[in-house]
């Protein structure tokens, strides 16, 4: 009789879960594991509202494997010491000692410290012995897979998808192993342990999510059901819910792109009208794009993507507007609205993303660094590669990045995508009552303003923006 550990990390999910499946093919025993070690990942280890997610999604995994008769079994890494021991290492050599496992399965990560970590785990316990099989679960296609006619990493997002959507169609995904055989170490740690929840009263609103696999398929349902069809219209409109909301299920493995992509082709496959899915294919897309980056350019969380950028002036770090502009109170409304959003809820609607991470590195010009840290902290759906992609992407200086002179006007946005300033309303209650155009530009009628409690703007939009201009011409000419 054989025993396999399967070593569960960002791949919270039972279906299409490849490493589970070849685990439970090859092996007579399966003992689901996970190893909490955070120190391993290094500056970017889980923020506050990552951990509220990992918390309630490891609780789900486990509520999953319950239905099988066993249960989510979790070893707290001790701190690695000098002398090797300890680290996740030190957990699976306990955990395949005390069980007698002959072999270890995991699904891949991309990101840099997980990958150092995973190849020396792999390493070591091949040299003990232990078979390692490791499989790629929560992309399309490795990231090592897809490569220009000169076998060189795309740059560029429309070439790349391109190649990657000849490749997604016949990719269907796996079913649940069934039975599982599950297997239990002696003793496993309590999900309390991990101590993931907030010492704060601050997820209160996070209530609306509900993390994990059943919770990301109900989350698909009502996309398909309601928001698809209108991708193409609705996506950019914050007041609506007119995106899937995968984002955070995406990135803890709780539903996979093929999966996603299955799923929506088997709900339109016998209707007349079927949208087009392609808008919405392409967006998932742009998630490949930010794992093929990361994979390939692992600075990218850290470094500027296009090196020229390194001669641009950012401001010296404003402490006061970082303050204002974390808390919502800008004074600008469509971006206190994201922020407030971003805080009461851990997610930011697309569109106000890029608004106020516009306003954060062209009008105030704070590094980008600066706005990445504080999403990655507040975003339930923190993914290194798309964080970084994202705010790169803003300031100008990452791969296929928006021209750095097209600087957004939050205003004339606000009155684009937010047209009856609903979203504003929402979230600013200062403003809840704004009359007309007031509601995106409250200053401009300064009795009202006083009236309201509403701060004025920390910065003005127009001579802001000039001297952004003018910074990047300095820097183009150095
Ligand atoms: P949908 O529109 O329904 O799209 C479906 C899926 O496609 C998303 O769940 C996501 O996985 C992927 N996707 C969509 N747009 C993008 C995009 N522009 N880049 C990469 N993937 C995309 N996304 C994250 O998942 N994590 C982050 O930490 C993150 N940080 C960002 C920071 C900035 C400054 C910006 C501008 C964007 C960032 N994004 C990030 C991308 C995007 O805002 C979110 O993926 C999207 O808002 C999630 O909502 P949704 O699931 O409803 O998206």
Redesign the pocket.
Not at 242 to 251: A, D, N, V
Not at 347 to 351: A, E, F, K, S, T
Not at 381 to 391: R, S, V
């Given at each position: 009789m054989t025993t396999a550990i399967v070593w569960f990390r960002r791949d919270l999910r039972l279906a299409d879960n490849p490493a589970l499946v070849a685990a439970v093919e090859g092996h007579d025993r399966v003992i689901p594991l996970y190893v909490h070690a955070p120190d391993e990942e290094g500056e970017w280890a889980p923020g506050a509202a990552s951990r509220w997610w990992l918390h309630h999604s490891l609780a789900a995994l486990d509520k999953g494997l319950r239905r099988h008769r066993g249960a989510l079994q979790i070893v707290i890494a001790r701190k690695r010491a000098n002398t090797g021991g300890g680290g996740t290492l030190g957990a699976l050599r306990e955990a395949i000692k005390a069980t007698g496992a002959t072999a270890v399965y995991f699904n891949l990560l991309y990101d840099p410290a997980i990958r150092k970590r995973d190849a020396q785990v792999r390493k070591a316990l091949e040299a003990d012995g232990i078979d390692v099989a490791s499989f790629n679960a929560n992309l399309w296609c490795d990231p090592w897979e897809i490569a220009t006619k000169e076998d060189e990493p795309y740059r560029v997002f429309t070439p790349f998808w391109r190649n990657l959507r000849t490749r997604i169609d016949a990719q269907g995904p796996l079913e649940e192993p069934s039975p599982l055989r599950l297997e239990a170490l002696a003793t496993s740690a309590a999900l309390d342990d991990l101590a993931l929840l907030p010492t704060l009263d601050w997820a209160k609103g996070f209530d609306e999510w509900t993390p994990g696999e059943e919770g990301a398929h109900d989350m698909l349902s009502l996309?398909a059901d309601d928001?698809v069809g209108h991708?193409t219209s609705g996506?950019d409109l914050p007041a609506r819910h007119?995106?899937?909301?995968?984002?955070?299920?995406?990135?803890f493995g709780e539903i996979s792109?093929r999966q996603?992509a299955e799923r929506l082709r088997a709900h339109f496959a016998r209707r007349k009208n079927v949208p087009d899915l392609e808008p919405?294919l392409r967006?998932?897309?742009?998630?490949?794009?930010?794992h093929h980056l990361l994979w390939h350019f692992p600075d990218t969380p850290k470094k500027n993507f296009n090196t020229k950028f390194d001669a641009f002036r950012w401001e010296k770090r404003d402490a006061h507007a970082l303050r204002r502009w974390k808390q919502g109170k800008t004074g600008i409304p469509i971006v206190d609205a994201g922020m407030r959003e971003l805080w009461a809820t851990g997610?930011?609607?697309?569109?106000v993303?890029?608004l106020?991470?516009s306003l954060l590195t062209k009008n105030l010009r704070q590094h980008?660094l600066l706005?990445?840290k504080w999403?990655?902290d507040t975003?339930v759906?923190?993914?290194?590669?798309?964080?970084?992609?994202?705010?790169q992407?803003?300031a100008g200086s990452g791969a296929d990045a928006a021209p750095y002179f097209r600087i957004f006007n939050p205003v004339t946005q606000s009155e684009k995508f937010d047209p009856d300033g609903a979203y504003i309303r929402r979230w600013v209650p200062e403003l809840r009552d704004a009359p007309g155009r007031l509601v995106h530009a409250p200053w401009e009628d300064e009795k009202y303003l006083k009236a309201s409690g509403y701060p004025p703007p920390i910065v003005d939009l127009k001579a802001s923006r000039e001297d952004a201009l003018l910074a990047y011409q300095h820097s183009k000419s150095v």
């Open positions: 996309f928001a991708y996506r007119g995106t899937s909301r995968l984002s955070p299920h995406l990135h792109p996603v919405y967006q998932l897309g742009w998630r490949e794009f930010g997610w930011m609607h697309n569109r993303r890029m106020v991470a980008w706005g990445e999403f990655w975003l759906d923190a993914d290194l590669a798309n964080n970084a992609m994202g705010w992407w803003v």
